[in-house]
């Protein structure tokens, strides 16, 4: 085999060289630490150099348990190497070995590893060399908790109070917990702060700590704020991680007490509904705060009191008292609450006033009030006077009616309080519309209202023109009295309304005019010797005009304004001189405004007509012959009627009067 030909060839050299006295030389080279995470993997490299080159050199890795001799994990010779069977080490380790370097790499290491570890190389001589390295390995540690103490702290208190405590968990190497309040650190002070740390190994062999503050408690301390911050180590660097921040709860005596009133806010007044509220400047657990009102004695165990609709008597002092139960101190503070009120008006004279017409009248209103008050008087809605004093020099009847009276403060919206006064003038009635009053109807029976004012109200009568009493409804009004009639028309007539009092009488005059339907009247004529005459007859204004017709066979045209009917007949006649006129029976009564409308029409016709004839008389055409027949006019009042009548058969002109009798035309 090869090793047991060059064994002795190195037996050879190795005598060789220790003939000629000349040894080999070693050194190596090694870091003071490695530092690495917990769960990474560690290189330790190992630098050396020799004389004799790489042949002949074995490396030999150590490592140097706690207390205990070291411990070889890996051996590598010139031709053979492998990890040392049952370690730590054994399937987490390789050797790589690069020229004069030779690396040892660690895989996973954990917080166990933090060990020594030795690089031995040895050389054919016996000459060796060794270098060390210590491994770090890091673990940084949890999110610190923090916990506050849940009771409340007194200063009271003689020795320090626990504030809270702090606890941070596995890691490497051992953290450290600092406390801080309001950003300044706080370290142990006797007497005032005292800090105590407790240090947990655990099985996995990393660090736990917990540190608790204890401190001398002071008032200023209720708003402070209080945390701790944890400073832990990683490879080639500090880190620093702070807490949540928490406040305690101080609890002291206070030194002031103040009471408020919380609403409404601005001046108070009756109906209002009162909050007050108390406070102090100090925090006790064991204490009781009372609300009194000094007047009334009326109180409440509480920070707050609440009263509904007050009044004027509920204003006043109201006291708050807080009292510390443990040793009975107490100490209280007081306001002075004011209660706004506005009495009812009072009228003077009350309720009523009557005054003769032309007299002063004069009236006075008052409010009894907290406050500066604004008066103002009204009459139907309208604003009639201000101030106190209601004054009306001289009384007319237009001065009686309702006053109201309203007062209200200006400085205070909803303060408000009002009151009426009926005020009569005595005097002669007054009936309200014209002396004489014009009523036209179709109607059988008419309403006639008559409305008086004056006072003493007035006493209403109805009569007629004829001297008839009429029974009417009366109501008295607010300013005197009224009266409904319900009249039935027979006629024209005149009603008259007649309001007295104790003072005079007053007549106000109603004219009823009675629009019957359109009457139909026969108009008799007295025939001629001709067969066929044909006449027109004009008629104005209430006129019946009897003709005396000429023929056995009369067409006749009968036209009559306003009130006068209008007929066409065929009628024979025999020596009969007058004819009673008759109405026919086949007329039919049509609607009023339909009849209204006919008259209208029938006399703008009438006018048409009437013209277009007396052109034609003037002209000399209507008569029947070449030449003109001149008429001289003659004067006549608008009730005469004049009637012409034209025949066929002669040329004899014949003009009726409104009696029916011949006139010749010179008479015209």
Request: glycine fraction near 6%; charge should be negative; proline fraction near 4%.
């Amino acid at each position: 085999m090869a090793l047991p030909d060059t064994a002795p060839l190195l037996v050879g050299l190795l005598l060789l060289f220790h003939a000629f006295g000349a040894w080999a030389i070693v050194e190596v080279t090694m870091e003071d630490k490695v530092e690495v995470m917990a769960g990474e993997t560690a290189q330790i490299t190992c630098m050396f150099t020799t004389d004799e080159g790489l042949g002949g050199t074995t490396i030999q890795w150590f490592y140097v348990p706690p207390n205990k001799e070291r411990q070889r994990i890996y051996n590598k010779e010139p031709m053979h190497e492998a990890a040392e069977q049952n370690t730590l080490f054994t399937h987490r380790i390789s050797l790589n070995v690069n020229g004069t370097a030779a690396v040892l790499a660690i895989r996973d290491v954990g917080v166990r590893d933090n060990l020594e570890f030795i690089c031995v190389i040895k050389t054919l001589t016996p000459e060796e060399a060794e270098g060390r390295t210590q491994l770090q390995v890091f673990k940084s540690p949890t999110f610190p908790t923090i916990e506050a103490v849940e009771t409340g702290i007194s200063v009271n208190e003689e020795a320090p109070s626990k504030i809270g405590s702090c606890r941070v968990k596995n890691g490497y190497p051992k953290p450290n917990i600092t406390w801080y309040r309001n950003n300044m650190p706080l370290r142990n002070t006797p007497r005032e702060v005292v800090v105590t740390s407790s240090t947990t190994i655990e099985s996995s062999g990393l660090f736990s700590v917990q540190s608790e503050l204890t401190m001398k408690v002071k008032k200023e301390h209720k708003d402070a704020v209080f945390y701790c911050e944890v400073i832990y180590f990683v490879p080639g660097a500090t880190k620093m991680t702070e807490s949540q921040h928490i406040n305690i709860t101080v609890y002291y005596l206070p030194t002031e007490v103040n009471i408020w009133v919380e609403s409404p806010k601005g001046k108070i007044k009756e109906g209002d509904t009162l909050e007050l509220r108390c406070d102090n400047n100090g925090n006790y657990p064991s204490s009781i705060t009372t609300i009194k009102h000094q007047n009334s004695e009326y109180s409440v165990e509480n920070k707050t009191m609440v009263r509904t609709n007050v009044k004027r008597l509920d204003g006043g002092v109201y006291e708050c008292t807080f009292e510390e139960t443990d040793n009975f101190e107490e100490i209280s503070g007081s306001t002075k609450v004011s209660v706004n009120y506005l009495e009812s008006a009072v009228i003077t004279p009350k309720d009523s006033i009557a005054v003769m017409e032309g007299e002063e009248l004069k009236a006075s209103c008052n409010a009894l009030s907290s406050l500066q008050t604004s008066t103002t008087w009204f009459k139907n809605e309208k604003l009639v006077s201000k101030g106190n004093t209601l004054s009306v020099k001289s009384a007319t009847l237009e001065t009686a009616g309702m006053y109201k009276c309203v007062v209200t403060v200006p400085e205070m919206e909803g303060m408000k309080t009002s009151s009426t006064l009926q005020v009569n003038v005595k005097g002669s009635p007054q009936i309200l519309g014209p002396d004489v009053q014009e009523v036209e109807t179709y109607e059988t029976t008419v309403n006639l209202t008559c409305s008086a004012t004056g006072f003493p109200a007035p006493t209403i009568m109805w009569t007629t023109s004829d001297g008839k009493n009429l029974n009417a409804l009366q109501t008295e009004t607010e300013d005197g009295a009224q009266s409904v009639v319900t009249f039935k028309i027979t006629s024209n007539v005149k009603v008259f309304c007649n309001a007295s009092n104790d003072f005079g009488s007053k007549v106000v005059e109603f004219n009823i005019k009675t629009i019957l339907n359109t009457t139909l009247t026969t108009i008799t004529s007295m025939p001629t010797i001709s067969t066929t005459t044909r006449s027109t007859t004009t008629i104005s204004s209430d006129t019946v005009v009897h003709t005396t017709p000429t023929a056995t066979t009369t067409t006749s045209t009968n036209t009559i304004t306003d009130d006068t009917v209008t007929q066409n007949t065929s009628t024979n006649y025999v020596n009969d001189p007058v004819q009673t006129p008759t109405k026919s029976p086949n007329i039919k009564k049509e609607s009023k405004g339909f009849v209204i409308a006919i008259i209208i029409i029938a006399i703008f016709l009438l006018a048409i007509l009437g013209s277009v004839l007396y052109f034609l008389y003037k002209k000399g055409r209507i008569c029947g012959r070449s030449g003109k027949q001149d008429f001289s006019k003659r004067k006549s009042s608008k009730d005469n009627i004049v009637v012409e009548m034209k025949s066929d058969n002669t040329e004899e002109a014949i003009l009726l009067g409104v009696n029916g009798e011949k006139q010749q035309p010179n008479d015209q």
